[in-house]
Each structure stands twice: as structure tokens, then as C-alpha cells.
T-cell receptor, first 110, second 116 residues
Framework: DAKTTQPNSMESNEEEPVHLPCNHSTISGTDYIHWYRQLPSQGPEYVIHGLTSNVNNRMASLAIAEDRKSSTLILHRATLRDAAVYYC???????????FGGGTRVLVKP | GAVVSQHPSRVICKSGTSVKIECRSL??????MFWYRQFPKKSLMLMAT?????????EQGVEKDKFLINHASLTLSTLTVTSAHPEDSSFYIC????????????FGSGTRLTVV
């Protein structure tokens, strides 16, 4: 299984940035790093993905370490709607299967 | 963007009956779809990989005869929970790959199954 390690939970104040770390030390050179988030009683929602270079989109930024063994998802200004469980995933040697780890539960305080 | 539609969103059934959950790719063809199960406060657990025109591949510990998967077309996969029991109550989620696996997956909105 493609394993990632994330903190169980993180808290942030509204309008402040949130940095979510992820370790993926067994990632291969061709695996993309994906981030999804899940709101209660909903399916996961795509956030961002990347291979080697840092990536930005309207939702977040992804900073990938030079050795690719870790990455950080950055929510620039957290809102209450960003409260969710965030999953860091890569497909790994198992092929197309996405294996979910425990994720990080983000709590945003008003 | 790519959309995966999952129905029903919520279903309650009696013990011993069967329930079918549908997963459709609305604007793309999906030769492969994935079925997950999620218990409260837990992460998603992959149950099986659904392959169009061939048998599904089940993860270790998942009963094939209990969770029947059919992928008869490029846009539809179904999961049937047979002879449901209360312990089958869970949140079931499907997903598909709109393009290359490197570019991510699209997930359905999930189905909350309650067996009474």
C-alpha cells in the first residue's frame, strides 16, 4: 500500500493560513501527489496535485520537498468552509488504486 | 469538470434484503471505477476495483458474494449489497479516473446505507 503520514488534526483561526504536512517517504519518481478533502457526509473533493514543482490553484498551494518525500498543503486564508478532513495520497506501486490514510482533520475557529 | 453521480444518496433497508447503489460517470467514459466504504470517524477503505466488461477485483477481506459489482458499460458501475445485515451499515463511495491517473480522481457524493 502507498502509505502517507499526516497529523491527526490541526486547528486554525479564520482568515489565517493553514499548513498541512504530509510524509510520503516511499513515493516513486513518477507518482503524483494528490490532496483531497472530505466534508461530513460527502465524497472526497479534489484540492490539488503535483509531481515535483510547487503548484497553486484557487483553492490552495502545494509545496513539494526537493527529495519528494514530503509535501505541504497550504490554505492561504482559512474560512469556516475549509473545515474538513484533508487527505494526502499517491497511487504508488499498487497501480491506479488510491489508498487513503487517516488524513488531517482541520478545525477552523471563528 | 468531470462528474461522478452516485445514487441513491441515502437508503434504509431491512435485514436480509439487497440494495443496489449506482455510480455513473456523466461526462467521461470510465473503464475503471473504485468502490470504498467508510465507517463513522474513519478513513475510506477500498473495497474493490470495478472493470468494464470483466470481473471486479476485490481487496483482501471483502466478500465477493456479499458485495456484487457490475460494470456493464463505460459509464455505469453498480454495487449490490446482498442479504444486508446491520453491520453493513456504512457510507459507500465510488470514484473514477476522468483521464490519466496522474491527474486525479473524481468521487461520487456517497451513499449512506442503514440496515435495520
Amino acid at each position: 500500500d502507498a502509505k502517507t503520514t499526516q497529523p491527526n488534526s490541526m486547528e486554525s483561526n479564520e482568515e489565517e493560513p493553514v499548513h498541512l504536512p504530509c510524509n510520503h517517504s516511499t513515493i516513486s519518481g513518477t507518482d503524483y501527489i494528490h490532496w483531497y478533502r472530505q466534508l461530513p457526509s460527502q465524497g472526497p473533493e479534489y484540492v490539488i496535485h503535483g509531481l515535483t514543482s510547487n503548484v497553486n490553484n484557487r483553492m490552495a498551494s502545494l509545496a513539494i520537498a526537493e527529495d519528494r518525500k514530503s509535501s505541504t498543503l497550504i490554505l492561504h486564508r482559512a474560512t469556516l468552509r475549509d473545515a474538513a478532513v484533508y487527505y494526502c495520497i499517491y497511487s504508488g506501486a499498487a497501480g491506479n488504486k488510491l489508498t487513503f490514510g487517516g488524513g488531517t482533520r482541520v478545525l477552523v475557529k471563528p | 469538470g468531470a462528474v461522478v453521480s452516485q445514487h441513491p444518496s441515502r437508503v434504509i433497508c431491512k435485514s436480509g434484503t439487497s440494495v443496489k447503489i449506482e455510480c455513473r460517470s456523466l461526462d467521461f467514459q470510465a473503464t475503471t471505477m473504485f468502490w470504498y466504504r467508510q465507517f463513522p470517524k474513519k478513513s475510506l477503505m477500498l473495497m474493490a476495483t470495478s472493470n468494464e466488461g470483466s470481473k471486479a477485483t476485490y481487496e483482501q477481506g471483502v466478500e465477493k458474494d456479499k458485495f456484487l459489482i457490475n460494470h456493464a458499460s463505460l459509464t455505469l458501475s453498480t454495487l449490490t449489497v446482498t442479504s444486508a445485515h446491520p453491520e453493513d451499515s456504512s457510507f459507500y463511495i465510488c470514484s473514477a479516473i476522468p483521464g490519466s491517473v496522474d491527474y486525479g480522481y473524481t468521487f461520487g457524493s456517497g451513499t449512506r446505507l442503514t440496515v435495520v
